[in-house]
């Protein structure tokens, strides 16, 4: 509440005469003026100001370049949430109407985003700041009214806007009603069809970022010009289009009855709208109204449940999670729990049971590319091995022993049988000349076919048939590469591949698309969840906030001054 | 005397498709030994071989779904893990039948060992018995492994 001024200090000048002092439901004192019916925060001192500052909504403060104005001021002017509450004060003091129509110009200063909350005057205490403001969101052409463009706004309330004239009401002038009637129908029927599946998605998706293109292009202009809101053009009384808030006392006199505010606030101080209303009834009646909004609102992207399963799997896969793992490990894992994509399915079985699916689907997946695969020799990393490290002055019972503690000689795939003759095969061969070792290394080089061993061959792309050979690790390193590189260099190049066909590219981009409207589909139901939460929390604020106002006004009542009843009796008397 | 036979070059390896499993089987391993080694104290004494039932439990759960509900494993895997006591082939034997679905260890179904030749606490279907009753058996202190639950 920075913007409001301070309670003003003890010793301060007495008001000039026709002010009153009073303190506003949010603590703060204010002045009010009954001849003249206006309220100001700033103390007035001789001269009473020409501009009274309407006491209710506390706003943000005013922008620098707008000195003398006052907090309404700043009311951002193309969206017409900002002039809403002020429009029952424009019944109120006919002659305020002028002065708030003079600042609106300058107004234009402010953002076109900011401005005030339009529930203001439905929340008179103290943390009305934390709630969301309203902004435009949906805009939809109204058919066979050009100009007149339907505003959906973030608290899903709306408004017709003319985009030539820049004029916009919260009711519908009466032409530009039968054409939101018969928007309403087709969105109505555009609906239905949708329930029965029969829109694509694409669809609607391009009509929304299109819609949205256009709302923001359309912020940008409204913010260079000037708008006009008038909230008092000839209107229809149909309930179902009206504005709740704005009707209900409209062209009702200021002094209509109401005890509670009679007893601790003037009248008809600006601020006392939501007041005379009755909280209740606000609350009621938004309510009322979001309900109605929530039944029109089209649902996000459809979320269904074969696509929370998918998600869930989505998850399971990019977490690289092994199928081989038991559940109660999985729930160890955190990263499990900082997806929002865990909370697509709702409960633990659903999930246990989408694991296990998943499991299997992927055992599944893993058994083939299992069996694709070409099987590691268990040869190979064994002659590697003995590559290393044989030696004509080890016998293999002392080879074995020297080494039983390295994986290739515990490997159990490979027999013993087989590990003792291929050493003593290959400590035999260690003992021969060079030259016939090179010799037999380029016979093998020479035995392997072209789709195997060519120009495009490495030394780490050998074949296996290469590789299982005794002949191939009985020359040393050194030698050998230089021989194996020498080979290849003069191979041909291999014959034709093929690579990846046109339909598996297809496949994976399909998938790949599907995937995106998932995730874009499980957004769209968190940022709904939100908005749910959000708007409990702000009742529940609300709620709290009256009970404590009530506890603030029995306290008042209970309180007995120094003089016991008498202060009480004299103040009856004098009401009497 | 017979030449002394070592099972030394003669051991076969475990069948296709045992690595995979093999992290999980050792974690359930080194949680057994923790169970055997845990000290007693402060705990009644049928309390003591709780844990290790119920380890045993998870663990034969385990293969069982990999085999039956995942089919994860081959027949030989799933053969191998039985004979070297990975799993317990009683207690799987059991939950194959109607209504011994989630049977939490074969001591609790013995009515043999009952004075009334009744099944254990765990065995009686929540809705059977009082409300918030909380049950913990004494055989390996299951709350409760009735199918219907």
Redesign the interface.
Same mark, same amino acid.
């Not at chain 2, 030394?8 to 475990?14: E, R, V």
């Not at chain 2, 509900?69 to 994860?72: H, L, P, S, V």
């Given at each position: 509440m920075a913007s409001l001024p301070e309670r003003p200090p003890v010793g301060l000048p007495p008001l000039p005469p026709g002010w009153t002092e009073h303190k506003a439901p949010t603590g703060h004192m204010y002045y009010y003026n009954a001849e003249i019916k206006k309220s100001t925060y700033v103390r007035p001192i001789a001269e009473p100001q020409s501009f009274p500052e309407p006491v209710a909504p506390p706003t943000p403060p005013p922008p620098p370049s707008y000195g003398t104005a006052a907090p309404n001021a700043n009311f951002d002017l193309f969206n017409p949430f900002a002039a809403k509450p002020a429009a029952p004060d424009y019944n109120a003091h006919p002659e305020l109407l002028n002065a708030q129509a003079h600042y609106e110009g300058p107004s234009r200063g402010h953002s076109g985003r900011g401005g005030f909350d339009a529930r203001g005057e439905r929340r008179p205490f103290q943390n009305r700041r934390r709630d969301p403001q309203d902004r435009p969101k949906h805009r939809h052409d109204i058919p066979d009214c050009t100009p007149w463009v339907l505003v959906q706004t973030k608290l899903k309330r709306r408004f017709v806007w003319n985009k030539d004239t820049n004029e916009s009401f919260w009711k519908f002038p009466a032409h530009v009603m039968k054409g939101v009637v018969e928007f309403d129908r087709q969105q109505r029927e555009k609906r239905e069809r949708r329930e029965r599946g029969e829109t694509s998605d694409d669809e609607a998706a391009a009509a929304m970022a299109e819609m949205e293109a256009e709302l923001a292009d359309e912020e940008a202009q409204a913010q260079a010009q000037v708008v006009e809101v008038d909230g008092d053009v000839g209107m229809e009384n149909d309930e179902e289009y009206e504005e709740v808030e704005v009707t209900d006392d409209e062209g009702q006199p200021e002094e209509h009855p109401s005890k509670r505010q009679r007893t601790e606030e003037p009248q008809d101080a600006p601020d006392d709208q939501g007041m005379e209303l009755g909280e209740d009834d606000i609350a009621w009646q938004l309510a009322a109204m979001e309900g109605e909004y929530d039944e029109d609102e089209e649902e996000g992207l459809p979320l269904t449940e074969e696509d929370c399963k998918a998600l869930f799997k989505e998850l399971m896969d990019d977490l690289r999670l092994s199928p081989f793992t038991p559940w109660d490990k999985i729930l160890e894992d955190d990263r499990l729990y900082e997806d929002d994509r865990y909370k697509a399915l709702t409960n633990m079985k659903a999930r246990k049971e989408c694991f296990s699916e998943w499991a299997r689907e992927r055992v599944q997946i893993l058994k083939e590319l299992k069996a694709n695969q070409q099987k590691l020799d268990p040869r190979i990393p064994y002659l590697s091995f003995l590559h290393g490290l044989a030696t004509p002055k080890l016998y293999w019972p002392e080879f074995k022993r020297k080494y039983k503690k390295e994986p290739e000689m515990k490997d159990m795939k490979l027999p013993d049988k087989d590990k003792e003759r291929l050493y003593r095969d290959h400590v035999k061969r260690l003992g021969m000349k060079s030259s016939e070792l090179r010799s037999d290394l380029s016979a093998l080089l020479k035995s392997q076919p072209l789709a195997s061993l060519n120009r495009s061959t490495t030394l780490g792309t050998l074949p296996p048939s290469v590789l299982v050979d005794l002949r191939f690790i009985s020359l040393p390193a050194s030698t050998r590469d230089s021989i194996i590189e020498d080979f290849v260099s003069r191979l041909p190049p291999a014959p034709e591949g093929t690579g990846p066909s046109a339909e598996e590219e297809a496949e994976t981009r399909k998938n790949r698309a599907e995937r995106e409207r998932r995730e874009r589909a499980l957004a769209d139901r968190e940022r709904k969840v939100h908005e749910d939460k959000r708007r409990q929390e702000r009742d529940l604020a609300y709620g709290k906030g009256r009970l404590r106002e009530e506890e603030m006004e029995i306290e008042r009542a209970m309180k007995v001054g120094k003089d016991g009843l008498r202060g009480q009796l004299s103040g009856y008397d004098g009401g009497e | 005397m017979p030449p002394v036979r070592t099972q030394?070059? /003669? /051991?076969?390896?475990?069948p296709e498709g045992f690595e995979?499993?093999e992290d +999980?089987l050792l %974690?359930f391993q080194t949680r057994m030994r923790d169970a055997e080694k845990a000290p007693h104290e402060g705990k009644k004494k049928y309390e003591t071989t709780w844990p290790i039932f119920q380890i045993v439990h998870?663990r034969s759960r385990?293969i069982y779904?990999?085999y039956y +509900? /995942? %089919?994860?494993i081959s027949k030989p895997l799933y053969d191998y893990l039985l004979k070297n006591k990975y799993a317990d082939a009683m207690l799987i034997a059991k939950w194959k039948k109607t209504g011994y679905e989630k049977l939490c260890c074969v001591r609790c179904i013995q009515t043999q060992e009952t004075n009334f030749r009744s099944t254990c606490i765990c065995r009686v279907p929540k809705k059977q018995l009082k409300e918030s009753e909380e049950i913990e058996c004494v055989n390996c202190g299951c709350r409760g492994c009735s199918s219907g639950d």
């Open positions: - | 030394g070059g /003669k /051991k076969k390896p475990p995979d499993i +999980t %974690e998870q385990y779904d990999l +509900t /995942k %089919e994860a």
